[in-house]
């Protein structure tokens, strides 16, 4: 790797902490910066020649704007919604939670960019796979990836609290549930749905939908029942 690049990580959240133990493992150098060092950008950053905007969605347009100083360095931001031309982004197809993962992990995960900007010009001395979109392409794409991963994990989240305040079942045995799941959404995705659905169960349907009557939990059920009801589960089979 080309000795002269530094990487400048802007944020103190979780992808900036993911960020900082892969370029650690990988021994590449970057600096940090976060408005809570009391230092300001351009002295701590000075020095850096790839600068990763690694902050809220919401604020990357205006902190790049508000920095003039940003301008004069290659800059990317890892949003998967936020689309700007004048800022490319690259977006890391992982979910990153507490902890650090392995390098391994961090070395297969890959990036989803902006199409036309170049990941290795982005990201000099990674080894990730890389995909681009366009920016119509891009916000459906992290429309998918909430629903799936955000949607899909309250649903887990509360089925975890039932199993340990309701059933007391110890929630570990939930894992190999989801692992199955898990396996024939990717590798038998036709028949991945089981009843009550897909066999019509409407008895069951009913008595589920009785159990949730006055919670928030009814009108998510129902809207699954419609999802799947008007067709649009068809599409996911291929």
């Avoid at 080309?2 to 900036?16: M, R, T, V």
């Avoid at 990836?145 to 929630?171: C, K, Q, Y």
């Avoid at 008895?203 to 809207?223: D, F, G, M, Q």
Wanted: hydrophobic share 40%; proline share 5%; net charge negative.
């Amino acid at each position: 790797m080309n000795q002269q690049i530094l990487y400048g990580i802007i944020g103190k959240g979780a992808l900036s902490r993911h960020l900082e133990a892969y370029f650690s493992m990988l021994g590449i150098p970057f600096v940090v910066w976060h408005r809570g060092l009391g230092v300001s950008l351009e002295h701590q950053l000075e020095a850096a020649t790839h600068i990763i905007l690694a902050i809220n969605d919401d604020a990357i347009v205006n902190f790049f704007s508000q920095h003039q100083f940003l301008m004069k360095r290659t800059v990317v931001h890892c949003s998967g919604s936020v689309y700007d031309p004048h800022i490319p982004g690259c977006h890391p197809l992982m979910s990153f939670g507490g902890g650090t993962y392995s390098l391994a992990l961090y070395q297969a995960i890959p990036f989803v960019c902006d199409s036309g900007c170049t990941f290795n010009e982005l990201f000099p001395g990674l080894p990730n796979k890389a995909f681009y979109l366009t920016p119509e392409q891009k916000i459906r794409y992290h429309l998918e990836l909430v629903m799936a991963g955000n949607f899909s994990t309250m649903l887990w989240l509360h089925a975890r609290s039932s199993f340990i305040n309701e059933f007391n079942i110890d929630p570990s045995y939930l894992a190999q549930y989801l692992e199955i799941i898990l396996h024939n959404v990717m590798l038998d995705p036709a028949h991945a749905l089981t009843r009550p659905l897909v066999r019509g169960d409407t008895a069951t349907i009913n008595r589920h939908i009785e159990l949730l009557k006055n919670n928030p939990w009814e009108a998510v059920y129902k809207s699954f029942i419609s999802c799947f009801n008007s067709g649009a589960c068809n599409e996911i089979h291929s």
